[in-house]
């Protein structure tokens, strides 16, 4: 293990005590952390230490920061507090959610119940109504972003993490996936809007086209664009369509589904629906 994912026990900014690594991926890793003044149990998302010196992908993590504390919604993860630890590493402090994520029960489970899965995602299609009210659009959309857990009635809830897009400014910097020197890919090929893929302006569309890929990939266990190398999935999204639903539900009720999920994966972002709102209603029509 890298020595990122060794630091159980440290303190920083002599309030935050490291208790124990709960996530870790390519940018980031994220602690369990002990807030001793207010005894609270938060989560740390902290940059590793090879990136921390490298302006990108520390403005990626201040811009999920920013974006953020602009929203408040029961199923989006809320800030707390940002500032950067002694090692030089940035990070962010997030709510504590005690579950798993979306990508985790589908390396488990392989896929999840339909009626389960539409019931997940009208909570994930009203926190992305209100994120885009406020200009404020995900950019990243992809299972490991979705976290689950029981409130206290026993009901299955969604948090979303991982937002980074801001306004329309902030749209058009962050669309640029591909950095044009190193070939290096912003972003995660199998959940790319296909303006995404194209380095185009990002808005509520791009989101749309996003989560519905991640719906078809949790009701039916795979992506609906995945080739061998990111950059054949990439053109994929821009020109291939995708497969029917294979599953064994009721066979009328994936038809709907189907053709909700098609409308919304359109390659041209106007052919789409054109709010978070407007896709909810149509996959809760399917799911009559």
Same mark, same amino acid.
């Given at each position: ?17 490291? /208790? ?38 520390? /403005? ?176 994929? /999204? ?35 629906? /054109? ?14």
């Amino acid at each position: 293990m890298a020595n990122d994912e060794k630091m159980a026990g440290t303190v920083v900014a002599e309030r935050y005590e490291l /208790q124990e690594l709960i996530g870790s991926g390519g940018m980031a890793v994220i602690y369990q952390v002990h807030h001793r003044p207010t005894n609270k149990v938060l989560a740390m998302k902290m940059l590793r230490s090879h990136m921390s010196t490298t302006p990108k992908y520390v /403005q990626h993590l201040m811009q999920e920061a920013k974006a953020l504390s602009l929203l408040s919604h029961p199923a989006i993860v809320s800030v707390a507090d940002m500032g950067i630890a002694p090692s030089g590493q940035p990070y962010i402090l997030l709510e504590r959610i005690y579950g798993e994520s979306l990508q985790q029960i589908l390396d488990r489970d392989k896929r999840v119940d339909l009626n389960r899965a539409l019931a997940i995602f009208a909570q994930a299609c009203d926190a992305l109504a209100h994120a885009g009210e406020r200009q404020v659009f995900h950019g990243d959309l992809k299972p490991s972003h979705f976290l689950l857990f029981k409130d206290e009635s026993g009901k299955e809830c969604v948090k979303i993490i991982g937002f980074r897009v801001i306004g329309k400014n902030q749209a058009e910097s962050t669309s640029k996936s591909i950095d044009s020197k190193t070939g290096e890919i912003y972003g995660c090929p199998p959940y790319m809007s296909p303006e995404q893929c194209r380095c185009k302006p990002l808005d509520e569309r791009s989101d749309i086209y996003s989560l519905a890929c991640v719906i078809y990939e949790v009701v039916t266990g795979k992506p609906p664009f995945l080739k061998d190398t990111p950059q054949a999935t990439l053109l994929e /999204q821009i020109s291939a369509e995708p497969k029917p639903l294979q599953i064994g539900d009721d066979p009328e009720k994936i038809k709907r589904l189907q053709e909700v999920l098609f409308k919304a994966m359109a390659k041209e972002a106007g052919d789409r629906y /054109q709010s978070m709102k407007e896709f909810k209603q149509a996959l809760q029509s399917a799911a009559l």
